[in-house]
């Protein structure tokens, strides 16, 4: 809501100054962010982590005769890798996916660290949204638009400290067996010791009353 409010007072727009939490944003009938808006803000806020995760590929993508002058370098190694591009400070991934109809061959994924807060936040999303389905999924749903580097242990981790998945996670709990009876340990000659298996109710099968009562 803060990152909303930053947006609107930009553009002459009443923010939400003195704020506190969300049922005073509703009260004050403060209308909700629209899709423009989340996409601008989202927008920004790769922005400002791949800035700060990335400085050197960002570098490299605005200045390439750098790249060509360098042998080997992390940073160059993982433009190559991953086919990256810089498009308006934005650090795009040229996905594998065709999109019928679009202008270009591949569809851009936006390039994101495997830890911090904004990468965390948005991996949670994809989390919830996929109603706790589970690590594989909520990836796999979040490579529709990012692509996180290490994005696997990043979801294997927001699952781990879920409140509602990481109770199904515990071990069971494991009975320790009893010791045996004396008897079978003990060394006796053939049927000093013998047992009987307990069996039944059997019907009994006779004329009689006695005959025909329940037997063990």
Not at 6 to 18: D, T, Y
Not at 27 to 53: A, C, F, M, R, Y
Not at 118 to 138: D, P, R, V
Request: proline fraction near 6%; include cysteine; hydrophobic fraction near 35%.
């Amino acid at each position: 809501l803060r990152f909303v409010s930053w947006h609107r007072q930009k553009k002459g727009q009443p923010g939400i100054e003195g704020v506190r939490n969300q049922n005073e944003v509703l009260s004050n009938k403060w209308t909700w962010p629209t899709k423009q808006e989340k996409d601008i803000i989202q927008q920004g806020l790769v922005k400002n982590s791949q800035e700060h995760h990335f400085p050197d590929v960002h570098d490299l993508l605005k200045h390439p005769q750098k790249m060509e002058a360098m042998e080997t370098h992390k940073a160059k190694q993982l433009i190559m890798d991953y086919g990256l591009t810089l498009e308006e400070g934005i650090i795009y991934v040229q996905g594998r996916i065709h999109f019928p109809g679009s202008v270009e061959p591949y569809g851009k994924l936006f390039l994101m660290p495997g830890h911090g807060p904004i990468a965390w936040c948005i991996m949670k999303e994809y989390h919830l949204n996929t109603l706790h389905g589970g690590s594989n999924h909520a990836l796999l749903a979040s490579r529709e638009k990012f692509w996180f580097l290490r994005g696997g242990k990043l979801a294997v981790s927001i699952r781990k400290k879920c409140e509602q998945c990481s109770p199904y996670d515990r071990k069971p709990i494991e009975v320790p067996e009893a010791t045996l009876p004396m008897d079978r340990i003990t060394l006796a000659a053939p049927f000093q010791v013998t047992g009987l298996d307990f069996a039944g109710p059997i019907t009994g099968i006779g004329e009689t009353e006695e005959e025909q009562q329940k037997k063990y």
